[in-house]
């Protein structure tokens, strides 16, 4: 599945603004090593950077063309790594994911792992898209399983939510010895131009149902789905809203 930086980066408001809340939490006065793991095409991971000028700090994320498409950045190291396959160097202080784990399902086994190689007084903090069962995703579903879009959209979409609750999230860590905050938050975006939630879509989960699909194919489908989401979150004289609940962790070793 290949992604497309400026697609992305769209609503780049919008999407940055839970990555500022999760990195407020972070309480690390002079980390040696931040690593961001899914940090797309760099933007957030200098204000990292900015933030702790003293660390070394590095962005790590399975896409090259995210990865090609980060800027030079002073005190930032870029890579094109598998995040599940990530290991830990010793002298890493603060681990940060942001809206990237949805995507791994053995996530809960490597948070686990993450938090018994963090040193002490390290920090880990994720935040994970918790709108799986939102209309944009269910109606997603639901036109990839009719029989029109079954045959070639068949395992493509996943059909059970790969994300955690709050709850299950900090049981996890604090059985590995964290302290942990975790909350939720459901942000109410304000999109502007014609389908806006589609071109939402289009940067994120709508990736793996155009990766699957030829042009035309695509060009299909997504007419197919504009005309729903146009019903489940509906124009109006200020804009289309879509609400987006998001899941946050923010975790230290004592």
């Known amino acids: 599945m290949r992604w497309d930086p400026s697609e992305y980066g769209q609503f780049g408001g919008q999407r940055s603004r839970p990555f500022f809340d999760l990195v407020a939490r972070i309480d690390a006065p ?3 090593r931040v690593v961001d793991l899914g940090c797309g095409s760099g933007e957030l991971t200098a204000a990292l950077a900015r933030r702790w000028p003293s ?17 030079p950045e002073v ?20 681990v940060v994911s942001n809206a990237a784990l949805q995507w791994v399902p053995s996530h809960r086994a490597m948070l686990a792992s993450w ?41 493509v979409l996943r059909h059970h939510d790969g994300v955690a609750s709050p709850e299950e999230y900090a049981r996890l860590l604090l059985d590995c010895g964290m302290r942990v905050d975790a909350w939720e938050t459901t942000y109410l975006h304000l999109l502007s131009g014609e389908d806006p939630v589609l071109r939402w879509l289009r940067g994120t ?28 979150y509906p124009a109006t004289p200020h804009g289309t809203f879509l609400p987006y609940r998001r899941v946050f962790v923010v975790a230290d070793k004592p």
């Open 30 to 32: 002079a980390p040696r």
């Open 55 to 71: 660390a070394a700090v590095e962005g790590i994320d399975s896409s090259p063309e995210m990865i090609a498409a980060a800027g």
């Open 75 to 94: 005190g930032v190291r870029f890579s094109v790594q598998d995040v599940a396959q990530w290991v830990m160097p010793p002298d890493t202080d603060v």
């Open 115 to 155: 938090a018994e190689a963090l040193p002490p007084g390290g920090w880990l903090a994720f935040q994970v898209p918790g709108n799986f069962d939102a209309p944009s995703h269910a109606l997603m579903r639901r036109l990839a399983a009719t029989p029109q879009w079954e045959p070639r959209l068949s395992g």
């Open 205 to 232: 989960g709508l990736r793996p149902v155009l990766a699957a699909l030829s042009p035309p194919e695509a060009e299909r489908f997504q007419a197919e789905f504009a005309a729903a989401l146009r019903s489940a």
